[in-house]
């Protein structure tokens, strides 16, 4: 058993996803969260570079003779949720603090992982799990996160590699995406979703719903490969 995946998203109509150059607005950011506190997750999830934005002042690495074992750790005062959970395959992210937006983090990593890491990620209070050996294994971490921390729901809120990753290994369920009036056009901008290995999905709406300053939420159900939805000229 997982939790059930939900993409949650803001782009252009175009689909970009990085606001530089956009016009400004004051409550772009409001409604994001707003819907993101709607769909009432237990744990939010993304990868590396995204995190490390809330990372707090230099990073400041430990260094340890101690060995570690590689097996989910999880600090004291994590508590039940909700989480913030961050792909570092290589054990590279120096966050520097235990919660970011409130929420406490948890970390997954692989078995690659140097102990002076471990060390570090224990001194901050920083919860972690080991899904993969070198390389990060999608399937197993988010099972680890169910049975590990009790997250049932998830929303996935990465970059357009992360995003894509998920969906090309099956593993999201529906997508909510808050549509921005904003044509981008700029080449080369990452997007929602990049790098999906298997090819397009099918989708099923489930609401379009416009909200603050023109900007309308789409949801919709993700179709199994297998649907005959899915298949082209249906």
Known sequence: ?????????????????????????????????????????????????????????????????????????????????????????????????????????????????????????????????????AELDLVYAIRALRAEFGIERLLLEGGGATNGAFLGADLVDEISLLVLPIADGEPDRPTTLDGNPLGARGLALIAATPVARDIVHLRYHVLPRNDPATTAGD
């Open 1 to 133: 058993m997982r939790p059930r995946v939900i993409l949650h998203m803001m782009s252009s109509i175009d689909g970009r996803i990085t606001p530089e150059g956009w016009p400004a607005s004051a409550d772009r950011e409001e409604v994001y969260e707003a819907v993101h506190r709607e769909l009432d997750a237990d744990a939010w999830l993304v990868g590396r570079r995204t995190m490390a934005e809330f990372s707090q002042g230099a990073p400041r690495s430990a260094s340890t003779d101690r060995l570690y074992p590689r097996q989910t750790w999880k600090a004291p005062a994590a508590g039940m949720g909700p989480y913030a959970v961050c792909l570092d395959r290589s054990g590279r992210l120096h966050l520097n603090r235990d919660r970011v937006n409130g929420d406490a983090v948890i970390a997954i990593l692989t078995r690659a992982v140097d102990d002076d890491h471990l060390a570090e990620l224990q001194r901050d209070g920083i919860s972690y799990l080991f899904a993969g050996a």
